[in-house]
């Protein structure tokens, strides 16, 4: 069975540019979540969809970043303009109801 | 807000030998899950303890969930270098029909052959 799909596995990019990670869940998982992972705060929960609504944002660290999922089987999350405080690994998971998360292999970020 | 915090931060043990690796929150969960991680991937969930007082084993590995379920331990016996990684302990708060993870802070583990 395929996992969660993540795309791409690394960017680098100049700070300002627009940077748009995405995601491919579990087939039927009707939860997926975005997380950031850094050396200073750990994994951190961003957003998360339920059914394909969000659900709480309250992660979010700022206007810059944002989420969407258009329908069960594809999220993005987008950073614009980007900084260099944004360079992390950013995880998606994905789950049924009440079921444990599944992560996918993550982005590596890196803004100069 | 609710925390986790993990100690020890860093741990660095030679082959066969014992440890003990802790959760800590003020916060009661309904359950807790630990993860591990290695290089260049995702979380990878190890267990889930729901019971106050719950002791889970997985092979050499042994899991405990507070009376309070507010802490939990991972205790690991005669460590091999395929325990190396991060591992997480993450909280689980229930909002509707969706799990809601809080995550520790992290232990990282190396196991010197």
């Known amino acids: 069975d395929a996992g969660v799909i993540q795309s791409p596995r690394h960017e680098v990019t100049e700070m300002g540019q627009e940077v748009t990670l995405r995601c491919k869940p579990i087939?039927?998982?009707?939860?997926l979540f975005w997380y950031r992972q850094t050396m200073m705060r750990g994994l951190e929960l961003l957003i998360y969809?339920?059914?394909?609504?969000?659900?709480?944002d309250s992660g979010m660290p700022e206007d810059r970043f944002s989420a969407k999922m258009p329908n069960a089987s594809f999220s993005t999350l987008k950073i614009q303009p980007s900084e260099p405080r944004d360079s992390a690994v950013y995880f998606c998971?994905?789950?049924?109801?009440?079921?444990?998360?599944?992560f996918g292999d993550g982005t590596r970020l890196s803004i100069l | 807000t609710q925390l986790l915090e993990q100690s020890p931060q860093f741990l660095s043990i030679q082959e066969g030998e014992n440890l003990t690796v802790y959760c800590n929150s003020s916060?009661?969960?309904?359950?807790l899950q630990w993860y591990r991680q290695e290089p260049g991937e995702g979380p990878v969930l190890l267990v889930t303890v729901v019971t106050g007082g719950e002791v889970k084993k997985l092979k050499r590995l042994t899991f405990q969930f507070g009376d309070a379920r507010k802490d939990s331990s991972l205790h690991i016996t005669a460590a091999q270098p395929g325990d190396t990684g991060l591992y997480l302990c993450a909280g689980l708060t229930t909002g509707g029909a969706t799990n809601k993870l809080i995550f520790g802070t992290g232990t990282l583990l190396a196991v010197q052959p």
């Open positions: 969809f339920n059914n394909n609504v969000p659900i709480d």
């Open positions: 998971a994905s789950s049924s109801s009440n079921q444990p998360q599944h």
């Open positions: 916060s009661v969960f309904s359950s």
């Open positions: 087939s039927g998982h009707n939860s």
